[in-house]
């Protein structure tokens, strides 16, 4: 593996902050700058030609106006006005002697013609040797000519344009570190800060949350995100305590009664054996329901069925639950009908739904009265089913009392049941990204099962 | 002769609950301990159904049942799980089983799905019936009619399902869970006595007057349809 922990440098964190940053800042910089570098010393050097030109031309002018001796003078005047910018030239005649000219003689090694040579030269009254842009001319008469220009203004460019480039590099090394270590601490603080609330949870208090708004936009998502997780898991935390608070309670009430029949038929008679024995078996069938009701439950709540969601008829679902349950209801006095449109398709968990509308139809029955209307209908972002009654209902304050798990309102005690249809319909709501609502039928009991169309493509939150 | 069962169970009380129930019904059991065993007894004897766990030491139960069938074997096959879950289910009967019952079950459950297993044979080879009787009642499955002693009986399309499946099973228990899985395709517990209607409706239909009784109550199962009481 390449990735050996033992061979890899692991340098102090703000300086593999700066270094990145360095590194990517010249990355970006370098060719720029090496780009004003080169125009700008191109086009110097393009001045420097033109310069050359111009008296190149001047004195070829008076060469062939009046030869060269009206080129001497016109040398000299090039020198004198400067036309050559501090410059030299030099005449001399076909066997190399000096006609004119600032120059005390022909340079040994300067071949004739030549466009541009770079030469250190001392012109005449000059103690200092200068650069010179250098060009020679062989004229017709065997004369040759020799114009220079100084290129020391270039030279100088260039030394400054090196110059700031190193400064600026200098400059960028603080900087990147300076500005590593701004960005690592404020990474750093938030991150203790995320630290710090899950030491809390770690620690058992749930209740502590991440603050949303302070700092950069991106940290505000994540502390957003975190605190979702957070709730998610307070709320299936809780929900536990509960079901392992009213498995307990909701089983030791059966337990003790079993116990007490057993005890009871220990030496009584076949008879009273006989029955004490159903009983029990009776006790037994309502703890198993009570059992896989909550496991139902608990495994719709975290999620499990995703897996299995199908393309499928909402509309024919409740033609099923209807049809299931309407003998039922006939034959308590009531009547069941459906208000839906004739087809809606939804992808969804079928099973579960299914079981939660026979639930909710269940109920209807058992505690409603009157007509029981199963419907649906479409409501953009979500799809609305829900099983209405004209029984006497459940008061609003008593609502979300109803929700929770293993409440039977007190009233109907009597009557059999878990107590956990309203709960799991709830659960199954939720897996499809919607929520339970009780609503007052005026009169009655009416639950709607919100579910958003696209659950499908939900991730779980 | 006499029906082999394997039960594959590694929890020796529902082991022995199972196989004391099925030799009390005339079959002969072996009970296999673990998931190797049980893959051993299965690819060895000849079975009429095999009762298989879903967790088991050594191999899984869905291992065993996808190296039964990986070998060609058709028994059919019988899922016990606590994990009882709709997608549990689902998963069991993709994997190759024919049907798949939550513990904890009433071993009558088991009995009547073990049976009605046996009466469809393996998966796949059911043959074609088009008729189907119990004494003087008839269902022609191609014209979808229904007659008891030659008059026409009107039944409600899924009456007339409910009615074929427990001609399909005459004589056997057929329980209120089985009848809500075939008949409408949805698996929970009906819980009240929802089934129970419909059964008294199918029943005041085909026993139309004071002809013998076919449709029999089995008390705290189901329902069966048979002859003779």
């Given amino acids: ?461 | 002769m006499t029906k082999k069962i394997l039960v594959v169970e590694d929890d020796a009380t529902t082991a022995d609950y199972v196989a004391k129930g099925f030799e009390q019904n005339g079959y002969v059991v072996d009970v296999a301990g673990d998931g190797r065993d049980g893959l051993f007894h299965a690819t060895d004897g000849h079975y009429a159904a095999i009762v298989l766990d879903r967790m088991l030491p050594g191999m899984d139960g869905l291992a065993v049942l996808g190296a039964v069938r990986a070998a060609g074997i058709d028994t059919p096959i019988i899922v016990l799980s606590a994990l009882g879950s709709t997608d549990e289910r689902v998963k069991g009967l993709k994997s190759g089983s024919d049907d798949y019952l939550a513990k904890p079950f009433a071993f009558s459950e088991l009995l009547a799905r073990v049976e009605a297993l046996q009466r469809r044979g393996p998966s796949g080879a059911q043959p074609v019936v088009t008729n189907l009787r119990c004494g003087d009642l008839n269902m022609d499955l191609l014209a979808r009619r229904v007659e008891r002693a030659g008059a026409r009986v009107d039944l409600q399309p899924r009456e007339f399902r409910l009615l074929e499946l427990l001609l399909r099973n005459k004589g056997q228990v057929v329980t209120r869970t089985m009848m809500l899985e075939e008949v409408w395709d949805y698996h929970f517990d009906p819980g009240t006595n929802v089934i129970d209607v419909h059964i008294s409706r199918l029943r005041k239909k085909i026993e139309d007057g004071d002809r013998l009784p076919l449709l029999h109550t089995v008390r705290g199962v189901g329902y069966m349809l048979s002859e003779t009481a």
């Fill in chain 1, 1 to 461: 593996m390449i990735d050996s922990p033992r061979l890899r440098l692991r340098l102090p964190a703000p300086i593999r902050v700066a270094l990145i940053s360095l590194v990517f800042g010249l990355v970006i910089t370098l060719p720029v700058l090496l780009f004003v570098y080169h125009q700008t010393d191109s086009l110097f050097e393009q001045r420097i030609h033109d310069r050359l030109d111009d008296a190149e031309h001047s004195a070829l002018d008076a060469y062939s106006a009046s030869g060269p001796a009206a080129m001497a003078s016109s040398m000299q005047q090039i020198i004198r006005t400067g036309q050559l910018r501090g410059g030299v030239a030099l005449l001399v005649d076909p066997r190399g002697h000096k006609i004119a000219g600032n120059l005390s003689g022909w340079p040994p090694v300067l071949p004739t013609p030549s466009q541009w040579n770079e030469f250190r030269l001392y012109p005449e009254g000059q103690v200092r040797a200068e650069l010179f842009a250098i060009r020679t001319i062989a004229l017709p008469g065997g004369e040759r000519l020799l114009l220079g220009t100084t290129i020391d203004e270039r030279e100088r460019m260039r030394a400054a344009l090196v110059e700031a480039l190193l400064g600026a590099l200098l400059l960028a090394v603080p900087l990147g570190l300076i500005g590593g270590w701004v960005v690592l601490k404020v990474a750093e603080r938030r991150a203790r800060a995320i630290g710090n609330v899950a030491t809390r949870i770690a620690g058992g208090d749930f209740s502590h949350r991440l603050d949303e708004d302070r700092g950069a936009e991106e940290f505000g998502m994540l502390a957003a995100a975190i605190n979702a997780m957070l709730e998610r898991i307070e709320e299936l935390v809780e929900q536990l305590r509960l079901v392992t608070d009213s498995l307990a309670h909701d089983l030791r009430s059966p337990l003790t009664r079993m116990r007490a029949n057993i005890e009871r038929a220990a030496g009584a008679d076949a008879d009273r054996q006989q029955q004490a024995i159903e009983a029990v078996s009776l006790d037994i069938d309502r703890m198993l329901r009570l059992i896989s009701a909550t496991l139902e439950i608990s495994s719709t709540e975290a999620g499990v069925g995703k897996q299995h969601f199908e393309n499928f008829d909402l509309a024919g679902l409740l033609r099923d639950i209807c049809e299931i349950y309407n003998p039922l209801a006939e034959e308590r006095g009531m009547e069941m009908a459906i208000d839906a449109p004739p087809k809606l398709a939804y992808t969804g968990n079928r099973q579960s739904i299914g079981r939660a509308v026979a639930n909710l139809a269940d109920n209807a029955v058992k505690y409603g009265g009157g007509s029981i209307e199963l419907g649906a209908a479409d409501k953009g972002e979500f799809i609305d089913l829900w099983v209405a009654d004209r029984g006497p209902g459940i008061s609003p304050d008593l609502h979300e009392h109803a929700l929770g798990k293993y409440r039977r309102l007190e009233e109907s005690r009597t009557t059999e049941g878990s107590g956990l249809g309203l709960a799991l319909a709830r659960a199954v709501a939720r897996l499809h990204g919607g929520e339970i609502e009780l609503q007052d039928n005026a009169p009655g009991l009416r639950v709607v099962l919100r579910l958003r169309r696209d659950a499908g493509n939900l991730s779980l939150l």
